[in-house]
């Protein structure tokens, strides 16, 4: 059987550097830092005291009161994301619109974090009878986010969420991309969503020493490659795409803004937190996405890497880089967007990959930012693309996403 082809037909984005995906990508072109000290919660006794919100928020803005009483904060910017692209693809204005094929794949690390520790925060400290919301389960579970999306808009095919920490919306687009290319779907609105900046989440990673503690410079916190980095910065925010099959598209007309060509997936097998050393998991998932692809590693213009500025990390995978493309690496424009998003942990993949649409349509490439000091570690003829946007011809961009547990995804998306 041919396996069927599949492009984007809609982008959604609500991030710490816009509210919609033209915000977004403005800002990512002019090198635009989205961090500042944290206002979510009081942070003052916190190793860590800024991070990468979503600014100019107000819920009440986008839902009725009672929905926001009943959306946590992550669906509820996954509701945001979701609508821009479903709208930006015109797919409800289809007359022949199937919505049993229609379906809604979406990825989040953590999910309802903000609700689990306020709801269990009042339970420690309420004493007596344990009294909960009764929207605690529903507000909490990471599923939730393509279940409200559905309900939303009638979509009725596959419907569920992909947990594997800071890869997840990689795999909910690629699990989008071989349902879609096996004929069991038309649609598939994927994407993923990230709310994490509460006390649990901010704590939690300074005890792994993940994140960057330099309070008094936070906009230049986030410095993916340069000899200084000492962690990421904790983002939120959301990303949505509206995959579709290429012969579904052209027959109504749409437009089509990339083909997604390739996805990978590996293990590192390794630790719990760490990188394999030598980048072995991140050679693999990019190898396995270009044999999906059917493509050379020639053909890579642009790598939009995992880059999240932890110390080891950032060498691992650009070992893993050369290791793969050897002295075409050279060739390639690479950048790291989270520097100036921070690492929206589940949802970095999908606003990465609308960072590579962008790149694709407009053939240039965001900077990586806060480049200070050159690390000897990494090969000089490299082009990370510092400080500064590039001008490059981009035909096949690639996109790195890694998690906790070991966890790799890659997909390759290709100008149309």
Excluded at 276 to 295: Q, R, S, T
């Amino acid at each position: 059987m041919a396996l069927k082809r599949v492009v984007v037909t809609g982008l959604g984005a609500i991030t710490p550097l816009g509210n919609n995906f033209q915000e977004y990508w403005k800002a990512l072109l002019d090198g635009v830092s989205g961090a500042g000290p944290i206002t979510l919660f009081d942070a003052a006794n916190f190793k860590t005291k800024f991070a990468c919100e979503v600014k100019n928020y107000n819920p009440e803005d986008y839902f009725e009161k009672k929905d926001v009483r009943k959306y946590d904060r992550c669906a509820q910017l996954g509701l945001i994301s979701s609508k821009e692209a479903i709208e930006h693809s015109k797919i409800l204005e289809y007359s022949e619109l199937d919505k049993n094929r229609v379906g809604v794949i979406w990825g989040s690390g953590i999910g309802g974090l903000i609700t689990f520790e306020q709801e269990v925060t009042a339970y420690a400290l309420g004493g007596g009878p344990p009294r909960f919301n009764p929207f605690f389960i529903p507000k909490m579970i990471a599923d939730m986010t393509p279940g409200l999306i559905s309900m939303q808009y009638g979509f009725m095919g596959p419907n569920y969420a992909t947990v594997s920490a800071c890869a997840s919306s990689s795999n909910s687009m690629i699990d989008s991309l071989m349902l879609i290319r096996l004929g069991k779907a038309d649609v598939i609105v994927t994407g993923g969503s990230e709310a994490a900046i509460s006390a649990s989440g901010v704590g939690g990673f300074n005890a792994l020493h993940a994140m960057s503690t330099r309070n008094d410079d936070p906009k230049t916190a986030s410095r993916p490659f340069d000899k200084d980095r000492d962690g990421f910065v904790l983002g939120e925010g959301s990303g949505a795409l509206v995959l579709e099959e290429y012969e579904h598209a052209v027959k109504r007309g749409a437009i089509i803004y990339a083909e997604i060509v390739g996805g990978g997936l590996s293990a590192d097998a390794y630790h719990m937190t760490a990188p394999h050393p030598e980048g072995l998991g991140a050679y693999n998932v990019m190898k396995n996405a270009i044999e999906d692809a059917g493509i050379s590693i020639t053909d890579i213009n642009h790598i939009n890497v995992h880059g999240t500025s932890t110390p080891l990390g950032d060498l691992a995978e650009a070992k893993a880089i050369f290791k793969l493309f050897g002295e075409h690496a050279y060739n390639i424009q690479i950048n790291s967007t989270k520097s100036m998003t921070g690492h929206l942990l589940g949802a970095a993949g999908a606003i990465e990959a609308l960072a590579c649409i962008g790149a694709i349509r407009e053939n240039i490439v965001p900077p990586t930012i806060n480049h200070l000091t050159d690390d000897e570690e990494f090969d000089p003829k490299f082009d990370f693309t510092f400080n500064k946007a590039k001008e490059k011809k981009v035909d096949y961009a690639m996109s790195n996403t890694f998690g906790f547990g070991g966890h790799n995804a890659c997909i390759i998306l290709k100008k149309i």
